[in-house]
């Protein structure tokens, strides 16, 4: 029998959809890894478009899971880093990939 009286927690929910949306664990999976920029994380991660990475940058900047700054070099030079609150996902992500090799077939 399903327990009714367990509901999902909001946080809960929410840090699910930040860290679970399309792409949002392979690219936190390569920054933990020390990637900082664009072209970086984009070659470590086959099929990701540029139009979808820069769409999750912006979501975990505003999420303030990761930091963007302008380092103002000729050509302009663009570097991302985790912030304290992306670099504790560590463990998470961690723990998923332990999952994922024991559990999950590749295709």
Do not use: N
């Amino acid at each position: 029998m399903i327990d009714t009286s367990i509901q999902c927690c909001p946080r809960y929910h929410r840090a699910v959809e930040i860290v679970g949306a399309r792409w949002s664990g392979a690219i936190l999976q390569v920054m933990l890894g020390g990637a900082t920029r664009f072209g970086e994380i984009e070659t470590a991660i086959p099929d990701l478009t540029g139009r979808m990475l820069s769409q999750r940058l912006k979501e975990f900047e505003a999420e303030a899971i990761i930091v963007r700054t302008v380092i103002p070099e000729k050509p302009v030079r663009v570097e991302y880093r985790l912030t304290a609150k992306g670099r504790a996902l560590a463990p998470v992500v961690k723990a998923l990939s332990v999952w994922a090799e024991k559990w999950v077939d590749a295709r």
